[in-house]
């Protein structure tokens, strides 16, 4: 199964400026978060993935394929929602949606009716028969993710899907992308600096500061790594540290009581809890270690630019904080 | 994707083939086109010259019908090669003012809420889209220059008989070269300006100003430096020059209509180098994304 989307020494010039510098990477996650902040590169590398910008150097490939060279193929697998205004404001939301589908192949049939399906999904059927330059900024958000899946791809680039919209209509557009990711059979790039619309829909994110990669992380592994690494507060040690080494978890105590433990692979927690019933050892409070992702993405922005890394060999692991 | 139960389902079923896709730009330009009854009208209106073309040759082959308007056969003008420049003029005329107040409608509105990426992010090349677009304009023309002046040809060579239509059957092909060409100018003109200032009330007032304005620039030029090449800025004078010739309008008559003024190789320039810069403007504008360049 090849990568979503790989980069190979990839650099992309507007005019004199060079904006995405030597990116190398590659990225399999079925949701994939495209984070930076603002002039980072990130809607660049979502318009050369598109085929719109041509790279001075390297290449990027979706699915194992050149995007140059094979423009036409990949653009028929990939839904694409703006982040700017993009319609026609006097065509009614269902014939607009029809009329893109028409144009990435599919007949006028089938067009017409997953036009209406695709404002439905999106929760604006009844006002599928509106011109669309009545909408609301939040309605014309969905009609652009309508357009961007009536065809069905395989990819679906979304360019701060989330941007001007009410903290309903957020979670609603976060929500529709979490159902989109769950149904397996589409893959998502979100760009967005929104760090929490990312952290809840994605697990993998790709973080460029001033056009290079600062971070390409698995959020999945983060979240089961976080998982094992307990901070606890006891009521007196007791014994307890003892008993919890010798289950194999380091353990380290920091006084009055706090102690950091590292779980090992066969521990589950329900053993601690029996060790300090054992201790009559009564455990106050237990956290796991939450290393967000904004602790992530302030590290990679702290951190200063990392050379480019070498072009991952084919089938490695992706690259890690 | 079903709508009861509002789940995602990915697409598997046929596409339709790859080089029909500008089709669907063309079907649905010349729909929202037609949507505007003005428009419609003034579509309709344009086929009257050729209603009263064919009213001509019928009451011009008929006998009783000349005694009703008080003519002999023989009295009636000649239907020929200056019958059919002057039908395909008239038509042209009312193709221009069709195509200035259709066309950078078509072009603008992709422009104005910037759904042009939308098109080009799909499967549809810039090529495509231009195609597209073109044939909307290549369609509406076509239906109101040389289908109509072809038809009248084959009446008339039916009722004239006697070899009329194998004789002349030369003028055939001249009503479809001189229309096409027509239709390549205007359409592109109109196309690269749409593109150019993206408005389309602007737009259509540069298209116009094209065909006005610029004569009059060509004419002072002409006054000052003495010269005629300012006619080369008239491009419908322009089109008239390669008409004349493409119809075979004999010298004498030429310098009569100043048709002479400039030579014809001059006139094939204009028009070839007008439309190359059209389609290099095209080309540099019509991006999904501008690139300011710094």
Redesign the interface.
Known sequence: MPAVIELENLEVR????TILDQLNGSLSGRCIGLLGPNGSGKSTLI?TL?G??RPANGRARIFGKEVQGN???L??Q?G?M?E????????SGVRFVR??A??????AN?AME?A???F??VGL?EARYRKLGTYSLGMKQLAKLA?A?A????LLLLDEPTNGLDPEARLRMLQLVR??RD?G??NLLISSHLLRDVEECCDEVIILKEGRIAAICNLEEERKANLKFLELEVSQENGFLESVKSLGCECASFGGGRLKVVLSDNIELRQLYRLAAEHSVQIRRMNYRRDSLEDIFLKAMSSGTPPPPPPPPPGSSNGRL | ???YK???????????P?WS?FG??AR?GLK?LFNSRPFTAYAVLCLFPFLFGLLTIYVFHNTAALALVNLRPGQTPIIGNYWFMAFLGIEAWMSFLLTAWGAPGMIS??F????I?????????QVEYLLGKVSVLGILLSCTTWIPALILFVVQAQLQGNGWGWANLWLAGSIVVAALLGIALISLLSMALAVWVRWRIAATALMIGTFFLLPAFGGIFDLILRTHWGRLLNFSYVMMVIWSSLFRVPEQQRHIAQFDLIPLWSAWATVFVVCAICLWLLHRRL???E????
């Open positions: 507007l005019g004199q400026r318009n598109l719109f910008y423009l036409r193929e653009r028929a990939i694409f703006p700017s205004d993009a319609f026609i404001a006097d065509m009329y893109m028409e144009i990435s192949g599919l007949p089938e997953r209406h399906e695709a439905f999904y059927g357009q899946i065809h069905g791809p395989r159902e989109i149904t059979q589409v | 994707m079903a709508v509002r789940t995602y389902k990915a697409y598997s079923g046929a596409l339709t790859a896709r669907v730009l649905y929202t509105r992709d104005a809420n910037h759904s990426q939308l098109y080009l992010s799909r499967p549809l090349s991006k999904a994304r690139v300011e360049r710094g």
